[in-house]
């Protein structure tokens, strides 16, 4: 079966932390870039953070650059994202997803309900509150 698998979500204090994971199982995640996406009630699906598969790169929202890490394990077949000093305005639903293929494995930055992202997970709620 072919799929994404988000975990790690939770509730947390302010200033806290947390990891999610982005499992995939039924294809390899090697030649994808790997996007981490999240939606807070009422508020559309922005794109927070994504890993590319043609050259490493990283990106990160201006929102959260520097609290928010993304790794892969290509061997676990796994996208990380840890999360720091994480604030109410964090809390969403988190959802990873693949980059469309026509961008050869870049990030494309963004969240784009026209694009034809391959592959989403069923999203981790991650709630920021003391």
């Known amino acids: 079966q072919v799929q994404l698998v988000e975990s790690g979500g939770g509730l947390v204090p302010p200033g806290g932390s947390l990891r999610l994971s982005c499992v995939a199982s039924g294809f390899t995640l090697d030649y994808y870039a790997i996007g981490w996406f999240r939606q807070a009630p009422g508020k559309e699906r922005e794109a927070v953070s994504c890993t590319a598969s043609s050259d490493g790169s990283t990106y990160y929202s201006r929102s959260v650059k520097g609290r928010f890490t993304i790794s892969r394990d290509n061997a676990k077949n796994t996208v990380f994202l840890q999360m720091s000093s994480l604030k109410p305005e964090d809390t969403a639903v988190y959802y990873c997803?693949?980059?469309?293929?026509?961008?050869?494995?870049?990030?494309?930055?963004?969240?784009?309900?026209?694009?034809?992202?391959?592959?989403w997970g069923q999203g981790t709620q991650v709630t920021v509150s003391s």
């Open positions: 997803a693949t980059e469309p293929r026509r961008l050869g494995g870049y990030c494309s930055g963004t969240y784009n309900p026209l694009y034809e992202y391959d592959y």
